[in-house]
């Protein structure tokens, strides 16, 4: 079992639509939580963290659940820009920065 | 602002030849990671510098595959000699670590190697 698990997708939304990911970590003792975005044939790039009490940044909304070792990712209002790979990401402690990556999660958002 | 620099970004290769990729880190910027990615799959960490130690090197397969940062900014990964799995994208990325929380780290554009 990998330590990150996602949905690999794809998702497939019209424009417009609201989508949301999930990714379950198995380390309790994880500290802190990412999502990053890859476009295809490109690196990833932070997209925002997340924070047990939830965070939005636009249209953007992640929210952390330590209990059941959980995150979310929702996106609302989709674009067709939004089209990408998310990556759910883990940091196991605070001494290091060792980002442990899920496999991804493919959204495609069609006109 | 210049961003995480790689080279080269695409090399094909036979199996058994050596090969190296080279990273440029953002200026001033103290911790370099190289990741391995594979097709479908998020990238994995290989090594970890802090400055020109490797602090973390434990998912290296040190056989084959070699690193250095010798000056404390560039690097150089090797692999010799390559073999069929070897074939992924090869990501350098780097941080500046100040001994805080999460430093976020920046991503080169990847040297996407094929071993035929």
């Known amino acids: 079992r990998k330590e990150v698990e996602q949905d690999p997708g794809p998702f497939n939304v019209p424009e417009g639509a609201t989508v949301a990911f999930n990714c379950t970590y198995s380390n309790s003792a994880s500290q802190s939580f990412f999502w990053y975005r890859q476009d295809c044939r490109k690196e990833p790039k932070l997209l925002m963290s997340v924070y047990s009490s939830g965070n939005e940044d636009g249209r953007f909304t992640a929210q952390l659940n330590r209990a059941s070792q959980y995150i979310s990712l929702l996106i609302r209002d989709s674009k067709l820009s939004d089209s990408a790979t998310y990556l759910c990401v883990v940091i196991r402690s605070y001494n290091t920065d060792k980002l442990i990556f899920g496999t991804g999660t493919r959204l495609q958002v069609f006109p | 602002e210049a961003g995480v620099v790689q080279s080269p970004r695409y090399k094909i290769i036979e199996k058994k030849q050596p090969v190296a990729f080279w990273c440029n880190p953002i200026s001033g910027h103290n911790t370099l990671y190289w990741y391995l990615q594979n097709l479908g799959q998020g990238p994995e960490l290989l090594i970890r510098?802090?400055?020109?130690?490797?602090?973390?090197d434990s998912q290296l397969p040190k056989d084959r595959f070699s690193a250095e940062r010798l000056k404390g900014v560039d690097s150089t990964l090797k692999i010799q000699p390559a073999e069929l799995g070897d074939s992924a994208v090869y990501l350098c990325?780097?941080?500046?670590?100040?001994?805080?929380?999460?430093?976020?780290?920046?991503f080169g554009p990847g040297t996407r190697l094929t071993v035929l």
């Open positions: 990325a780097s941080s500046f670590s100040g001994g805080g929380p999460y430093n976020e780290q920046f």
């Open positions: 510098y802090e400055n020109e130690e490797a602090v973390d």
